[in-house]
């Protein structure tokens, strides 16, 4: 198939540090072009992929306004339709959807965040296009669709090695946010007793918060702020840790730390809200307590010293590598491009 994908303007793919839907589009691309497809994202002038790629933005627009995204996308699309050359085109953001209209070809849209009236209203115009959620929690908290599935997001293993052993601190990555819970998190390592090492940034929304909420804690010792890390330094520090803490205060739509930190063999600890019930195998790849019990969490932190890192990493891998995705994908893009496709047609 020949398959455009629009990523964001707003950080590379794959990113070097944050960036949620950038490191899916990377991982969409580059194992869609490893089955043989022929792939063009429409992303960063600065990303890296061995697909084919193009750009409007040389290197990433930051902080994230609206009129960066609708010029991306509205160039893209423009180039996809000129280029008439498609069979698919796979977009990212809600602001894309409506832009769908202007090609002749079918649209996938993945839902990357939360439920919010504005991009559900965008949805209910444009019943015509595939949606996929991202987790079971975020389609029941969407709009009814009448064309949707939901694909667990993935990636690549050989990135995240197995650690069969821990050095004995607690990890938080991400970005440092209220409804991530980064202050729980710290405040779950003080009451177990363990050091915590956390790892991102606050985005300027957040920046009140991490000034009145996380610093002051940062200041109370036990605890080291490592800034925004790259993948290999994310990959160590995940590794070495003996768990993930994820004390979500909303409804978080999927969560890919909690996969990487599975498939280095670290148990994820977090509540039983949002997407974790689906993702977390409780006992094997982590354990989940009653939301807003951060005493649970702390009593939990303190006995994994004989986890089975070994079978967390081995399960993680049957179930969210990028080759399980990239092939349920492929399946979607069989059946929304229908028989003309497998007949060799370009849909029209």
């Given at each position: 198939?020949?398959?455009?994908?629009?990523?964001?303007?707003?950080?590379r793919?794959?990113?070097?540090?944050?960036?949620?839907?950038?490191?899916?589009?990377?991982?969409?691309?580059?194992?869609?072009?490893?089955?043989?497809?022929?792939?063009?994202?429409?992303?960063?002038g600065?990303s890296?992929?061995t697909?084919?790629?193009?750009?409007?933005?040389?290197?990433?627009?930051?902080?994230?306004?609206?009129?960066?995204?609708v010029?991306?996308?509205g160039?893209a699309?423009?180039?996809?339709?000129r280029?008439?050359?498609?069979?698919?085109?796979h977009?990212?953001?809600?602001?894309?959807?409506?832009?769908?209209?202007f090609?002749?070809?079918?649209?996938v849209?993945?839902?990357?965040?939360?439920?919010?009236?504005?991009?559900?209203?965008?949805?209910?115009?444009?019943?015509?296009?595939?949606?996929?959620?991202?987790?079971?929690?975020?389609?029941?908290?969407?709009?009814?669709?009448?064309?949707?599935?939901?694909?667990?997001?993935?990636?690549?293993?050989?990135?995240?090695?197995?650690?069969?052993?821990?050095?004995?601190?607690?990890?938080?990555?991400?970005?440092?946010?209220?409804e991530?819970g980064t202050?729980?998190?710290?405040?779950?390592?003080?009451?177990?007793?363990?050091?915590?090492r956390?790892?991102?940034?606050?985005?300027?929304?957040?920046?009140?918060?991490?000034?009145?909420?996380?610093?002051?804690?940062?200041?109370?010792?036990?605890?080291?702020?490592?800034?925004?890390?790259?993948?290999?330094?994310?990959?160590?520090?995940?590794?070495?840790?003996?768990?993930?803490?994820?004390?979500?205060?909303?409804?978080?739509?999927?969560g890919?730390i909690?996969?990487?930190?599975?498939?280095?063999?670290?148990?994820?600890?977090?509540?039983r809200r949002?997407?974790?019930?689906?993702?977390?195998?409780?006992?094997?790849?982590?354990?989940?307590?009653?939301?807003?019990?951060?005493?649970?969490?702390a009593?939990?932190?303190?006995?994994?010293?004989?986890?089975?890192?070994?079978?967390?990493?081995?399960?993680?891998?049957?179930?969210f590598?990028?080759?399980?995705?990239?092939?349920r994908?492929?399946?979607?893009?069989?059946?929304?491009?229908?028989?003309?496709?497998?007949?060799?047609?370009?849909?029209?």
């Amino acid at each position: 198939m020949r398959i455009a994908i629009i990523s964001t303007p707003f950080i590379r793919v794959p990113p070097s540090g944050y960036g949620g839907t950038e490191l899916f589009c990377y991982e969409l691309a580059e194992g869609l072009s490893a089955r043989g497809h022929e792939v063009t994202l429409f992303a960063t002038g600065d990303s890296v992929v061995t697909c084919r790629r193009q750009w409007l933005y040389g290197s990433p627009c930051w902080p994230p306004m609206p009129e960066d995204e609708v010029n991306h996308v509205g160039w893209a699309v423009s180039e996809i339709a000129r280029e008439d050359r498609f069979d698919l085109i796979h977009v990212n953001s809600p602001i894309a959807v409506p832009f769908t209209r202007f090609v002749r070809v079918p649209a996938v849209h993945t839902l990357h965040h939360a439920s919010c009236d504005e991009s559900s209203r965008i949805y209910a115009q444009h019943p015509e296009v595939a949606y996929v959620a991202i987790s079971e929690r975020q389609r029941s908290l969407e709009i009814a669709l009448p064309r949707s599935c939901v694909i667990h997001h993935g990636v690549t293993p050989a990135r995240y090695p197995a650690s069969v052993a821990d050095e004995g601190y607690l990890a938080h990555l991400g970005r440092y946010a209220e409804e991530k819970g980064t202050h729980l998190a710290l405040d779950i390592a003080r009451a177990a007793g363990m050091q915590i090492r956390i790892a991102g940034r606050a985005h300027p929304k957040d920046h009140l918060y991490y000034l009145q909420e996380v610093a002051p804690r940062l200041r109370e010792g036990g605890a080291s702020d490592l800034g925004e890390v790259d993948l290999p330094r994310k990959a160590a520090l995940l590794r070495g840790a003996r768990a993930l803490l994820c004390p979500l205060q909303w409804e978080e739509p999927f969560g890919l730390i909690a996969i990487e930190a599975m498939l280095c063999g670290t148990p994820v600890l977090g509540f039983r809200r949002g997407s974790f019930p689906e993702i977390v195998d409780e006992g094997v790849t982590g354990f989940l307590a009653a939301p807003g019990d951060a005493a649970r969490l702390a009593a939990l932190a303190t006995g994994l010293a004989r986890f089975d890192r070994a079978a967390c990493a081995r399960r993680a891998r049957e179930r969210f590598s990028s080759a399980v995705m990239v092939g349920r994908y492929e399946a979607l893009y069989r059946t929304v491009t229908g028989p003309r496709r497998s007949q060799g047609s370009r849909a029209a």
